[in-house]
C-alpha cells in the first residue's frame, strides 16, 4: 500500500488541493453559476445601454406644479410628456432587482447550497473525503461570496455609471429605497448578508425547503427593518423657522413638526441632506457585515459542535 | 500504523433526551486488517457506530478510536458509504470520479475507482439521477475505494446489488483488503451474506454490543447441544434453550467438558447470532482481538 | 371475548370514504403549511380589524390635532405622525401579504406539494394506496384551493370593510381604488390569483419533479403572470375618454388610465409633445386637445369580473394540463 501512495503522491499535489475543493464546489453548483453569469451579464447589457439613452432622457424633464401655475405646467402632463419612460422604468427595474438580490441569495444558500446537501447526505459525502467539514464550509461560502462581491460590485458601478448625473425626477432621489441600496457597497453587502443567512439556516434546518423558507423569512424581516430604520442610523439636521420652510432639493425628510406654543407657528424639520449618502452606507454596510459574520461565526460554530 | 483499526469504549450515543440511546455503553476493539461483520436486527445502532465511526457524529459519551487517533483527524484515511448511497445527482459518473480526485488530491487512485464502473457496464457519461439503485451502489463503492481508504465503512452496501453484482462487488472488495491491507466494516441484516467474506463479527442488540470477536473463534466458543429435557446445564454459559417434548435444544458457551447425556454440534453463524437476537437477555460475549488475532 | 369483539368493531370498521381519508391525509401532511397560512390569515386580518378600530382612531384624533382637517393644510400634513404611521403600517402589511400570496402559494405548490413528493417517491407511495394518482392530485388541489379562497376572500371583506369606513384616512395616505395592492385585495381577483399560483405551482411541480428547481420556476412564472395580467388590466374593459382644452391635461386622473394623448384638429390622436410647457407650442404644432381613455371607479366590478375571469381560465388550463401529464405518465390507472 505504501509503495502505492508514494507513486501517486507527486510533490506537487499539495498545490493542486485548495483548488481541488474549490473546482469541486464550482462544479456541483453549475447551475447556479450558468445562471448567475447570464444575468450579470443580462443586466451589464441593460446597464450599458441605458446609459447610452441618458443624455437623451434627462434632456426631457422640466419643473412642474400641481395643480399647474406660475406657468409650470402640470405634472401628471409633464410626467406623460417628457420623461423617457423607458430609460426610468430600465433604471427603476434594474434598482429593484439589485436591491432584491438577497432575497434570491438567500434562498439558493438555504436550499441548494446547505439544506439540500445535508438532506440528501451528499455533505456527510464531502466530509468523509479527504477536507473535512470546516473546509468544505469554507470553500462553499467563499467562493459564492467571492463571485457576489464581484459580480455585485461591478453592477453597483454600473448602476451608478448609467445613472449619471440624471434628474433625481427621472431616477428617483439618493434616499429613495431601492435607489439607495443600489447605488453604494450596500449592495454587495446585503448579498453577502443573504449568503450568511441562508447558510445559517441551512446547517440548523438540513432540509431544503424548510431552510429555503427560513432564510428567505430572515432576509425579509433583516430588509425590512434596515429599510424603516435606515434614517436613524446617522444624526440627522435639524432646521427651525417661522412659518414654513423649504427644505433643500433631495433632501431626506425625515420629521416635520409644526408646534403653535404661542399662537406662531413655528415649523421644525430634521432631515439628511445629500451629503449623508456616504457615512449612511458605510454605516448601514458595517451592520450588514456584521450580521453576517454572526451568521458565519454561528454556523461554523454549529458545524464544529455537531461533529466531533 | 497502529495495528488497531477501530477502538470504542463506553461509547454511547443519543438523540433527544426522552428517546432511548441508539448506543449504549459499547466497548470493542477491532483489529486492522479485518473484514469485519457489523450485523443485528433493525435499529440496533448499526449505522450509528458507523456514523461514529467516519467522522459524522459526536458521542454523547465515552470515546471512539480510529486508525490511533479521532474520527476527525482519520477522516483523510478512512471511507464512508452511507446507507443512501449518496451521490451529487446532477453530476455524470465522470463527474463525481472527479469529485472525488478533486476533493481526495493525495490518495485519489482513478484506475481502481474507473474499473469499478467499468466493471458495472456503466457509460462514464450517464447522470447519476438516471441510475439505478444498484448502479449507484456501484459508483459510490467506487468513489469509496478510489480514495485507496485503510478503514473502508459500509452501511448496507450491498442491499440493492443484484446477486451477480453483489459476489463480484464483494470480490473485488476482499481482492481490495487482502492486497492492501484494509480494514473492512459492513453491516448487514442479512447474516448468511457475510459468512464467506468476513472474519470477524460485532453483533449490536439494542445499542449494545452483543458479540464480538474473530469470526472463528466465536463460533468456537459455541456449541449447539441436544439432550433429554431436565439435564442440568450447569456451568456452561447458555444463550437460548428450547424444550420440545422430552427433547432439549441449547446453544450454550461450554466451561469445561460438556455432560455424556448432550449431543453436541458446531452451530453455523446464522445459528449463533440468531440464538442471541431471540434471547436479549443472554449474556454478551467480547473475545479479546488482541489474543485472538495472533 | 365475544363482548370484547363486539364492543370494538364500530371503531375498526368504521368506514372513512377514500376522499375523507384523502382529505385528512394531506392536512396531516401539510400541517406546517395549513399553520402557516391560518398565521398569515390572523395576522393579516388582525391588521385589518385594529386599523379600523383603534388604528383609525387614534390617527384621525392625531391628524385633527394637526390641525390637517382644515382648509388650508400646511406641508407637515404630508408626512404624518406616529399614529398616523401605525395605521399606515397596519394596512400595509395585511395588503403586502395578501400581494405575496401568489408567490407564496406558488412556491408551496410547485415545492412542497408537488415535486417534493415525486423526488421522494411519496408520491408513488400515495398512488398505490387505494386513492390513485388522479384522486391524489385532485385532493392536492382541492384542499389548498377552498382554504386559500376562504382565507383570503375573509381578508378582501375586511379590507372592503375598512376601505368604505375610512375613505378620510385613506386619501391621507394618497391611496386610490385603482392602485396595485388595493384593487386586488378589494375584490375577487385576490383569491383569483390564488388559484392560478395553486395550479401553476402544482404543474410546474408535476413537470419539473424537483422540488427547488420547481420552487424557482414557480416564483418566476407567477412574477410574469402577475406582471402580465397587470398590465393588461386597463384593456380588459371599453374605455371612457374624456377629452380637455390644452389648459387642462388631468382630466381621468381620479380613474384608472389606459391611455393619455393629444388630438389635432382633424380627431387624430397623437402623443403628447415635449412642449415643456412652453406657452403657444401646442396650438404651432397643431395640437388643440388633450384626452384620456380612463376607467371611472364605476368599471371597478365589470375589470374585477374580467380579471378574474381570465385568471381562472389560467388556473383551470394549468390544471387540465397537469391531469392530461399525469394520466400520461401513470398510464391508463388513471
Known amino acids: 500500500m505504501t509503495a502505492l501512495t508514494a507513486t501517486t503522491t507527486p510533490a506537487a499535489r499539495p498545490a493542486l488541493h485548495r483548488g481541488g475543493l474549490l473546482r469541486a464546489v464550482l462544479r456541483t453548483h453549475r447551475t447556479a453559476l450558468a445562471l448567475s453569469l447570464l444575468a450579470l451579464a443580462a443586466a451589464s447589457a441593460a446597464l450599458v445601454w441605458l446609459h447610452s439613452l441618458e443624455n437623451e432622457a434627462r434632456a426631457g424633464v422640466s419643473a412642474c406644479a400641481t395643480p399647474p401655475m406660475d406657468g409650470l405646467p402640470s405634472c401628471a402632463a409633464v410626467e406623460a410628456i417628457t420623461v423617457d419612460q423607458t430609460y426610468a422604468n430600465g433604471i427603476a427595474f434594474l434598482a429593484t432587482a439589485l436591491s432584491w438580490l438577497m432575497f434570491a441569495v438567500a434562498a439558493w444558500a438555504g436550499g441548494a447550497l446547505v439544506g439540500r446537501e445535508l438532506e440528501s447526505g451528499t455533505a456527510q459525502l464531502a466530509w468523509t473525503q479527504s477536507v473535512g467539514p470546516l473546509r468544505w464550509l469554507t470553500a462553499k461560502l467563499a467562493a459564492p461570496a467571492a463571485l457576489l462581491t464581484a459580480g455585485t460590485g461591478a453592477l453597483v458601478l454600473l448602476n451608478v455609471w448609467a445613472r449619471g448625473e440624471a434628474d433625481p425626477d427621472l431616477v428617483g432621489d439618493w434616499y429613495y429605497p431601492d435607489a439607495f441600496v443600489s447605488t453604494g457597497p450596500v449592495a454587495v453587502a446585503y448579498a453577502l448578508a443573504g449568503l450568511a443567512l441562508g447558510a445559517l439556516a441551512g446547517l440548523v434546518w438540513r432540509r431544503a425547503l424548510p431552510a429555503t423558507g427560513v432564510a428567505l423569512a430572515a432576509s425579509l424581516l433583516l430588509h425590512s427593518l434596515l429599510e424603516r430604520h435606515r434614517e436613524d442610523l446617522w444624526p440627522t439636521v435639524g432646521r427651525t423657522a417661522p412659518g414654513s420652510i423649504e427644505l433643500p432639493r433631495s433632501a431626506f425628510q425625515v420629521t416635520w413638526d409644526t408646534p403653535a406654543p404661542h399662537g406662531v407657528h413655528i415649523s421644525h424639520a430634521t432631515f439628511h441632506p445629500q451629503s449623508h449618502f456616504w457615512p449612511l452606507q458605510y454605516v448601514e454596510t458595517g451592520l450588514l457585515l456584521a450580521v453576517a459574520g454572526t451568521a458565519t461565526a454561528a454556523a461554523f460554530l454549529l458545524l464544529a459542535r455537531r461533529l466531533p | 500504523m497502529t495495528d488497531t483499526a477501530i477502538e470504542a469504549a463506553g461509547l454511547g450515543r443519543r438523540f433527544g433526551r426522552r428517546r432511548a440511546p441508539a448506543l449504549d455503553g459499547c466497548a470493542f476493539r477491532l483489529p486492522a486488517g479485518r473484514v469485519c461483520a457489523l450485523t443485528g436486527p433493525n435499529g440496533a445502532g448499526k449505522s450509528t457506530l458507523l456514523a461514529l465511526a467516519a467522522g459524522l457524529l459526536r458521542p454523547t459519551e465515552g470515546t471512539v478510536t480510529v486508525l490511533g487517533t479521532t474520527p476527525a483527524a482519520a477522516r483523510e484515511r478512512l471511507a464512508y458509504v452511507a446507507q443512501n448511497k449518496p451521490l451529487y445527482p446532477q453530476l455524470t459518473i465522470a463527474g463525481t470520479l472527479r469529485l472525488g480526485r478533486d476533493l481526495n488530491p493525495r490518495r485519489w487512485d482513478a484506475q481502481v475507482a474507473e474499473r469499478i464502473v467499468a466493471e458495472g457496464d456503466l457509460d462514464p457519461d450517464t447522470k447519476i439521477r438516471a441510475l439505478s439503485g444498484g448502479q449507484r451502489t456501484r459508483v459510490a463503492l467506487a468513489l469509496a475505494l478510489g480514495k485507496r481508504p485503510e478503514l473502508l465503512l459500509l452501511d448496507e452496501p450491498m442491499a440493492d446489488l443484484d446477486p451477480l453484482a453483489r459476489h463480484q462487488l464483494t470480490a473485488t472488495l476482499m481482492a481490495d483488503a487482502a492486497d492492501h491491507g484494509t480494514t473492512v466494516v459492513m453491516s448487514s441484516h442479512v447474516v448468511a451474506e457475510l459468512e464467506g467474506s468476513c472474519d470477524h463479527l460485532l453483533l449490536l442488540g439494542s445499542g449494545r454490543v452483543r458479540l464480538a470477536g474473530p469470526l472463528d473463534d466465536l463460533l468456537a466458543a459455541h456449541t449447539l447441544i441436544t439432550g433429554r429435557a431436565g439435564e442440568a446445564l450447569d456451568p456452561h454459559t447458555v444463550v437460548e434453550s428450547r424444550t420440545t417434548g422430552r427433547q432439549l435444544t441449547a446453544l450454550v458457551r461450554p466451561e469445561g467438558h460438556l455432560g455424556d447425556g448432550f449431543q453436541s454440534d458446531r452451530p453455523s453463524l446464522e445459528e449463533v447470532v440468531l440464538a442471541h437476537l431471540r434471547s436479549p437477555d443472554a449474556p454478551p460475549l467480547l473475545l479479546d482481538a488482541r489474543e485472538a488475532a495472533v | ?334
Open chain 3, 1 to 334: 371475548m365475544t363482548a370484547l369483539t363486539a364492543a370494538t368493531p364500530p371503531a375498526v370498521v368504521r368506514h372513512i370514504s377514500p376522499s375523507r381519508g384523502l382529505v385528512l391525509a394531506m392536512l396531516r401532511l401539510h400541517r406546517t403549511a395549513l399553520l402557516f397560512w391560518v398565521g398569515l390569515v390572523v395576522v393579516a386580518a388582525g391588521a385589518l380589524l385594529w386599523a379600523m378600530g383603534p388604528g383609525a382612531d387614534a390617527a384621525w384624533a392625531e391628524y385633527t390635532d394637526m390641525g390637517c382637517d382644515l382648509s388650508r393644510p400646511n406641508l407637515g400634513c404630508d408626512f404624518p405622525g406616529p399614529a398616523n404611521s401605525r395605521y399606515e403600517t397596519a394596512v400595509a402589511v395585511a395588503s403586502g401579504l395578501v400581494r405575496l400570496l401568489p408567490l407564496l402559494t406558488g412556491a408551496w405548490a410547485g415545492g412542497a406539494l408537488i415535486a417534493r413528493e415525486l423526488e421522494n417517491g411519496t408520491a408513488q407511495l400515495a398512488w398505490t394506496q387505494s386513492a390513485g394518482p388522479a384522486r391524489w392530485l385532485a385532493a392536492k388541489l382541492a384542499v389548498p384551493a377552498l382554504l386559500l379562497v376562504t382565507g383570503t376572500l375573509t381578508l378582501t371583506l375586511l379590507h372592503r370593510m375598512l376601505w368604505s369606513s375610512d375613505q378620510a384616512l385613506i386619501s391621507v395616505g394618497w391611496r386610490a381604488w385603482h392602485d396595485d395592492g388595493i384593487f386586488e385585495i378589494n375584490g375577487t381577483i385576490a383569491a383569483a390569483q390564488a388559484l392560478a399560483a395553486l395550479a401553476l405551482g402544482v404543474l410546474v411541480g408535476l413537470l419539473l419533479r424537483r422540488s427547488l428547481s420547481a420552487l424557482g420556476v414557480a416564483v418566476l412564472a407567477l412574477v410574469s403572470l402577475v406582471y402580465v395580467v397587470g398590465e393588461l388590466r386597463p384593456h380588459l374593459w371599453p374605455v371612457k375618454t374624456v377629452v380637455t382644452g390644452l389648459d387642462d391635461a388631468t382630466a381621468g386622473s381620479d380613474g384608472m388610465i389606459a391611455e393619455t394623448g393629444a388630438l389635432t384638429a382633424s380627431g387624430a390622436r397623437v402623443p403628447i409633445p415635449s412642449c415643456s410647457g412652453e406657452p403657444g407650442c401646442e396650438a404651432r404644432i397643431g395640437i388643440t386637445h388633450y384626452y384620456a381613455d380612463y376607467h371611472p371607479a364605476s368599471h371597478f366590478w365589470p375589470l374585477q369580473l374580467m380579471e378574474t375571469g381570465l385568471l381562472l381560465a389560467v388556473a383551470a388550463l394549468a390544471t387540465a394540463t397537469a391531469f392530461v401529464l399525469l394520466r400520461r405518465r401513470t398510464g391508463a390507472a388513471v
